[in-house]
């Protein structure tokens, strides 16, 4: 069974920096991509880019390039999401998802509140 | 960048009802282009891909149609469960663009 599990809720300050995680089990992680999504409060779907976990090529969407990072440890199927400095604008709830071309299998959701 | 438009952005109809909703895209994206649904406070699910292959499990009244540029998620006989947002989403390249959603209510 394909399973995507990601890491729990987080509470942080503007300016901190946080990576969050999505660990994928019950098929080949090296071979998918893993896309990333975004959903700000009472928003829509962003889509906000991919990694190839076996050579971590990386593909951002124009609005979060530079913002964010993706990265994969092979060796624990597990995908990151990180900011270095956090805005109050990036509390969302954060979605992984299997990406062989469209979001096929999802993660439950990372929950991210900033707020001073 | 290729932009999703969807219409309507909301919707309410009777249970029975057939139910259309609308996603152009900006550019032609062949058939590479998927809904899904997603039902208040939970995760997204794929719903249709290539345009109009229905996922394992999706109820034979859902069903996706188009080319080109314009598309459509039809649902033949609304029922209860099928309150809902709905998106579609384009993946002939990246940036992979969702359409911005068309929340679905129970008149």
């Known amino acids: 069974e394909v399973q995507l599990v990601q890491s729990g809720a987080e509470v942080k300050k503007p300016g901190e920096s946080l990576k969050i995680s999505c660990k994928g089990s019950?098929?080949?992680?090296?071979?998918?991509?893993l896309g990333w999504v975004r959903q700000m409060p009472g928003q829509g779907l962003e889509w906000m880019g991919m990694i190839y976990p076996d050579d971590s090529d990386t593909r951002y969407s124009p609005s979060f390039q530079g913002q964010v990072t993706f990265s994969a440890d092979k060796s624990t199927s597990t995908a990151y999401l990180q900011w270095n400095s956090l805005k109050a604008s990036d509390t969302a709830i954060y979605y992984c998802a299997r990406q062989p071309n469209v979001l096929d299998y999802w993660g439950q959701g990372t929950l991210v509140t900033v707020s001073s | 960048d290729i932009q999703m438009t969807q219409s309507p952005s909301s919707l309410s109809a009777s249970v029975g009802d057939r139910v259309t909703i609308t996603c152009r895209a900006s550019q032609a994206i062949d058939n590479y282009l998927a809904w899904y649904q997603q039902k208040p406070g939970k995760v997204p699910k794929l719903l249709v891909n290539a345009v109009s292959a229905l996922q394992s499990g999706v109820p034979s009244r859902f069903s996706g149609s188009g080319s080109g540029t314009d598309f459509t998620l039809t649902i033949s006989s609304l029922q209860p469960e099928d309150v809902a947002t709905y998106y579609c989403q384009k993946y002939n390249s990246a940036p992979y663009t969702f359409g911005q959603g068309t929340k679905l209510e129970i008149k």
């Open positions: 019950g098929y080949s992680f090296t071979t998918y991509w």
